[in-house]
């Protein structure tokens, strides 16, 4: 329990920097593994969680990678989403702006549309049965080539309009943003926000290329944006969203010690930084769980706490009045 749980508890908050997929719990996982009758290597819980103890991303990766593979019907993707959003409610989370991977799924030859309907199902369900607004941004896996990425982007027209952006995950170093830029142009004339993991292990430069050569709307991560004073002058100045996952970081191995994120310092700095889960099931943490544990290693006080919720609606895809009704229920929040 952190010095802040309570009001960390009581605070609605946004949650932007999700992965479905990675909200995949291994008990679900082995359930839906048995229903399809899919092998796993995973026999027990204990075994699965034994397997999430990673020393960088592409360690993660293959896990992740490996366990949606046994998703395959439109209800697998449905029963992933809903038990995400039953569990955030929660945590007070009252909006979420959720990645997918479609191309880790359409490889395997699961085809687009049971990704996209059965997600798209449970967020409707989320919103009318327990009051979750949600956004789905498709992202592109950044190791593989750019040509993957417009046949993706030909596939999925039929569902364009349940996109509000799209993104770029997976394998960060030797993958800059640029490899994409025609991707992400054509993207930005379809009318999509642009959400760039950027800076997580790979270096300021590629923060800088989101940034000022492709135009994202938001970057997600941005830890190694920090070594560079100039490109924290141009993120305070464009207010550019950083979407900052403490417990991945920390499961990562991009910082051995959370007393070392950046949080705090962007913050001070005026930066418009929020706290994500990322992966929650292998990260160990769902929302709450990421507040309360920056809050400790950073020794956060209410009110920059507060600000990080506040953040996460500022930064969000709503409307100006959306979320000036988010903003006004954080005060009266705090003020009760
Ligand atoms: O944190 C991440 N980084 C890159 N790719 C990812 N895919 C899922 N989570 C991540
Ligand atoms: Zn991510």
């Known amino acids: 329990m952190s010095a802040h749980s309570d009001l960390i508890a009581r605070l609605p908050k946004a949650e932007l920097h999700l992965h479905i997929e990675g909200s995949f719990e291994p008990e679900l996982m082995m359930a839906i593994a048995e229903r399809n009758r899919i092998d796993i290597p995973f026999k027990t819980l204990e075994e699965a969680k034994a397997a999430y103890d990673f020393s960088n991303l592409q360690e993660f990766l293959d896990i992740y990678y490996q366990g949606m593979n046994v998703l395959r019907t439109e209800q697998d993707f449905h029963d992933m989403t809903w038990a995400y959003l039953e569990r955030v409610r929660q945590d007070n989370v009252v909006h979420v702006e959720m990645f997918f991977d479609p191309q880790a799924h359409t490889e395997r030859g699961v085809p687009f549309g049971v990704v996209a309907e059965g997600i798209l199902a449970a967020l409707k369900r989320g919103e009318a049965e327990l009051g979750i607004t949600s956004e789905l941004i498709m992202s ?177 895809f709503l409307s100006q009045s959306q979320k000036d009704l988010h903003l006004s229920e954080i005060d009266r929040v705090i003020a009760g």
């Not at 750019?146 to 349940?162: M, N, Q």
Request: charged content about 25%.
């Open 140 to 316: 592109f896996l950044r190791h593989l080539s750019e040509g993957d990425g417009f046949v993706l982007l030909d596939e999925s027209i039929p569902w364009h309009e349940h996109f509000i952006g799209v993104g770029l995950d997976s394998s960060e170093v030797g993958h800059p943003p640029l490899k994409f830029k025609g991707l992400f142009e054509r993207c930005r004339e379809l009318g999509f926000k642009l959400c760039l993991h950027a800076g997580e292990e790979g270096p300021p430069e590629y923060v800088r290329e989101a940034l000022l050569d492709i135009g994202a709307d938001r970057i997600d991560h941005g830890n190694r944006a920090m070594e560079d004073p100039a490109l924290i002058q141009v993120l305070r100045d464009t207010q550019t969203p950083l979407t900052n996952c403490p417990l991945s970081n920390l499961s990562l191995c991009v910082l051995d010690d959370l007393k070392k994120s950046p949080v705090k310092t962007q913050l001070e700095e005026g930066l418009l930084v929020c706290v994500n889960s990322d992966d929650p099931a292998y990260f160990g943490g769902y929302m709450n769980q990421n507040y309360e544990a920056i809050t400790d290693a950073l020794d956060l006080s209410a009110d920059q706490i507060i600000q990080l919720a506040r953040n996460s609606f500022t930064g969000s």
